[in-house]
């Protein structure tokens, strides 16, 4: 199924009140290029910010972004149209990820619900025929609604020490509702896919999901700067045969996909405003399979803010900043081929991660081998930036 590249359908609701920062890949000077979103184009700024990061490290980014003049390099819609790789005419401009040097970080086991489908995955082994009985099992013995337990709390401990005595604790129960939450690297800076291009499985899986996410976007000194949409694409199968898979379950070539720009902190878009969001998804099949679902950050066990703090530190430092996704209350468990199978994915499911303030992020599912090759990588970046500045 060919993938939607429609700019009024990937922008947000009040584009016109946006600060929307993306990238793009120029041929023409064989680089990649930080661009502005604006009502009158695609306008490159790498003159003033030759990175997206080092536009985040500014005061105000927005304003910066903004105040910036750059040089117009065509419509939306253009670069839109030539992002699929499918049909992308290479001489001409596409859409990158939106991100460069951050180090792409990522929250686990930030939901509840969320939480118990990971103590499912690891009671079945990895084994999706075992699900229903044992989310049956589970729920049972740990209830349905831990959502209202503050992690690290007295409350949260003593329903740890009763999970314990029933040997039924879990370390995604540890990371869950315990004290210290669980962050881990997504994937290698640089290697995001954007919004229409394709997001890659590893072909041994067998059952695994999006994850519709909220990705911040934080400054080297700590800032939370801006949003973006993200699906941490997940491994369910791997991930539960052992938590010393989590690297193989989540970091496999085109596997992390952010999009379509990083829309930026102002008056009219804080942290408020996602704390509020509610996070949609929608997967179409080949075969005409759909799916929907939801996150709402309203429901998020820990504090968005508090999950910077537990990142970026005195024990930890990030000196060309990061971006984190935040985790993701969608869990899907309806059957798609088989009677308790639940969903996974097959080739071609198109996925789109929506929330009217960012915007939408569609990528195509195909194995990671078949995904466009990751090369553009630091020295590529590093190489392009110095003949810019010469050029200049």
């Given amino acids: 199924m060919p993938i939607t590249t429609d700019a009024a359908f990937i922008l947000p609701d009040d584009f016109a009140d946006a600060a929307l920062m993306g990238r793009i890949f120029r041929p023409d000077l064989s680089s ?11 306008f490159d700024i790498t003159g003033t910010f030759p990175t997206a990061s080092e536009l985040a490290a500014t005061a105000d980014p927005a304003a910066a972004l903004r105040a910036a003049r750059g040089e117009h390099v065509g419509t939306l819609q253009e670069l839109l149209a030539n992002t699929p790789p499918d049909t992308r005419d290479p001489t001409r401009p ?11 970080k990522a929250a686990g086991v ?3 619900v969320s939480m118990l489908e990971r103590v499912i995955e690891e009671r079945a082994r990895g084994n999706p025929d075992s ?5 049956a099992e589970v729920t049972r013995v740990v209830g349905t609604d831990l959502s209202q337990l503050k992690p690290g709390s007295a409350e949260a401990q003593h329903v740890k020490d009763v999970l314990i005595a029933q040997n039924a604790w879990s370390q995604y129960l540890e990371v869950g509702i315990g004290p210290d939450a669980e962050v881990f690297t997504k994937a290698p800076v640089l290697s995001a896919v954007g919004t229409c291009m394709d997001a890659g499985l590893h072909p041994k899986s067998v059952w695994n999901n999006p994850e519709p996410e909220v990705v911040l976007v934080v400054s080297s000194d700590g800032r939370i700067v801006g949003a973006s949409l993200g699906n941490d694409v997940n491994l369910r199968d791997f991930e539960g045969r052992s938590a010393l898979l989590l690297s193989k379950a989540k970091d496999n070539n085109a596997s992390c996909a952010i999009g379509p720009f990083v829309r930026l902190f102002d008056l009219a878009f804080t942290l408020d405003d996602v704390r509020a969001m509610e996070i949609t998804l929608q997967v179409k099949g080949p075969e005409g399979f759909v799916l929907h679902g939801e996150s709402s950050l309203r429901k998020i066990s820990r504090d968005p803010a508090d999950i910077v703090a537990q990142t970026i530190n005195e024990n930890h430092q990030y000196p060309d900043g990061f971006v984190l996704f935040l985790g993701t209350a969608f869990a899907p468990i ?9 969903f996974t994915h097959v080739e071609g499911d198109l996925v789109t991660v929506a929330t009217p303030k960012l915007g939408r992020l569609t990528n195509r599912m195909r194995h990671s081998g078949d995904c466009e090759r990751w090369e553009f990588g630091l020295t590529a970046l590093i190489a392009a930036l110095m003949r810019r500045a010469k050029a200049a």
């Fill in 334 to 342: 309806q059957d798609r081929s088989a009677k308790g199978q639940g």
């Fill in 110 to 112: 930030t939901f509840a």
């Fill in 131 to 135: 699900a229903a009985t044992i989310r």
């Fill in 94 to 104: 596409w859409l990158l990820a939106p991100i460069d040097l951050q180090v792409i």
């Fill in 32 to 42: 990649p290029s930080v661009v502005a979103i604006r009502t009158d184009g695609v």
